[in-house]
């Protein structure tokens, strides 16, 4: 069943008119949008009651991701975080019901800006003060990792710490036919630094360049809530900081944006919590690990004919690269005791949005 075809539109015309409470709807744009590996998010422009709205319908892929959350809980995080003061999109409306559009979705607002991270990284006139942009994420992320378990709502929540993931990533790697035994290093690494003690917070797990929006050079948004857990909310730094999502500037740790002293500085200010050296290589390790793991099973999605994306196909033949940098990381170099110092902030205000 196709979205966008006339019979599906009226339906979805109808779910909206039942949802919103409008005498009148009429959906005037239903485009795919670009991006989204792992669901599919369509341009929705529509009239209620004469006035215009500018959404994003949210709804599963042809092929899932085994770790991706269902739409309804995916919806359920966003209200969470929407009300927690996140800059993420604002959810709307849940439709669990399939015979609208074959699939479970849900609508959300659709915020200004650019998310590409090849471009985020490269173009100076979006980004036209990076240190700026590295506190608005740090902050952003710090009033994330303000909420913690128990949440009303968000029980479907796994805990997913330290020792979780390597047992779950390992359980994953025992599956396949053909050995990693690069990757089983950075797990038998991990396991051997584990932490002793972990905080826990709800944790994006996907907080990186490429999943927020950047609109006149201000952070608007983060998207892509589909693999949220509660767990150690340095897993968040580490994921930004990993090399594979520098994109343009991989001189650039944090995100291909800026040092991350930029971002650690502010992070620990607005969240009461330091962020050590140490843990944070330990968690740009597990990110790697993660990725290749990631990585993989986007290739199992291709190979099943489930979804003949060139895509999902190259992200396969990311996994060597992944290893490279693990061994990088794992070497016998000890992380500096302490963090560049961040770029000088004149004029910082309230920018942050507090």
Do not use: K
Request: proline content about 7%.
């Amino acid at each position: 069943m196709r979205l966008d075809d006339p019979e599906t539109r009226r339906r979805l015309e109808d779910f909206i008119r039942g949802a919103s409470g409008a005498a009148t709807v009429a959906i005037a744009v239903l485009e795919r949008m670009s991006g989204g590996a792992v669901q599919e998010n369509w341009a929705l422009d529509v009239r209620l009651d004469g006035e215009p709205r500018r959404w994003v319908l949210r709804t599963d892929a042809a092929a899932t991701v085994r770790e991706s959350l269902t739409r309804a809980q995916e919806f359920a995080v966003l209200r969470a975080v929407h009300d927690g003061g996140v800059l993420a999109p604002q959810p709307l409306y849940l439709c669990e019901d399939t015979a609208v559009t074959g699939r479970q979705f849900f609508i959300m607002t659709r915020l200004p800006g650019v998310a590409a991270g090849h471009r985020v990284t490269r173009e100076t006139t979006l980004v036209p003060d990076p240190a700026l942009l590295a506190r608005q994420l740090a902050a952003n992320l710090a009033r994330l990792h303000r909420i913690r378990p128990p949440h009303a709502g968000l029980d479907f929540l796994p805990v997913m710490l330290a020792c979780d993931c390597i047992t779950h990533y390992r359980r994953y790697l025992d599956t396949l036919s053909e050995p990693y035994p690069v990757l089983e290093w950075g797990l038998r690494w991990c396991e051997l630094n584990a932490p002793a003690n972990e905080d826990v917070t709800l944790v994006h797990r996907d907080y990186r360049t490429g999943n927020y929006l950047v609109h006149d050079g201000h952070l608007a948004g983060v998207l892509d809530w589909e693999f949220p857990a509660f767990g150690n909310p340095i897993e968040d730094v580490g994921w930004l900081c990993a090399r594979h999502w520098r994109f343009a500037r991989p001189d650039r740790e944090l995100g291909g944006i800026a040092p991350v002293g930029d971002f650690v500085s502010e992070y620990e200010r607005v969240s009461g919590r330091r962020v050590v050296p140490g843990a944070l290589r330990y968690w740009q390790v597990m990110a790697n690990v993660r990725w290749a793991v990631i990585a993989l099973q986007q290739l199992e999605r291709y190979l099943s004919g489930a979804q003949p994306s060139l895509e999902l196909a190259l992200t396969g033949h990311v996994v060597g690269q992944v290893e490279w940098e693990l061994l990088r990381l794992t070497g016998e170099r000890e992380p500096e005791a302490r963090f560049p110092v961040p770029s000088p902030a004149p004029g910082r205000g309230g920018a942050l949005g507090e």
